[in-house]
């Protein structure tokens, strides 16, 4: 089994950082590209950045600049270091990553999310 644990979000005023962390766990024999997404009430879910295992990244072109992701593979640990956060920042932000497990069966896996609200 295999287990995605989002941390750090909390509540910063504007203009403030945070890092958000996601730990993968379990019966893991590799993990490819690990993603970042948020979900802001009544919106849909909108991918912010991903990273490969190789540390080829992507952002969405809003937040470049703003939004930093990166991985620890040996940790297997991925990472979202948000500066200049804004209001419409506030959103659950969850973090996939698409794994293989010990069986050699390859998924995409979700963490549950972390809640980030930004007061303006």
């Known amino acids: 089994q295999v287990q995605l644990v989002e941390s750090g979000g909390g509540l910063v005023q504007a203009g403030g950082s945070l890092r958000l962390s996601c730990a993968a766990s379990?019966?893991?024999?590799?993990?490819?590209?690990m993603n970042w997404y948020r979900q802001a009430p009544g919106k849909q879910r909108e991918l912010v950045a991903g990273i490969t295992s190789g540390g080829s990244t992507n952002y969405a072109d809003p937040r470049k600049g703003r939004f930093t992701i990166s991985r620890d593979n040996a940790k297997n640990m991925v990472y979202l270091q948000m500066n200049s956060l804004k209001a419409e920042d506030t959103a659950v932000y969850y973090c996939n990553g698409y794994i293989k497990d010990l069986r050699g069966m390859t998924r995409v896996y979700w963490g549950q999310g972390t809640q980030v609200t930004v007061s303006s």
């Open positions: 379990g019966s893991i024999f590799s993990i490819n590209i």
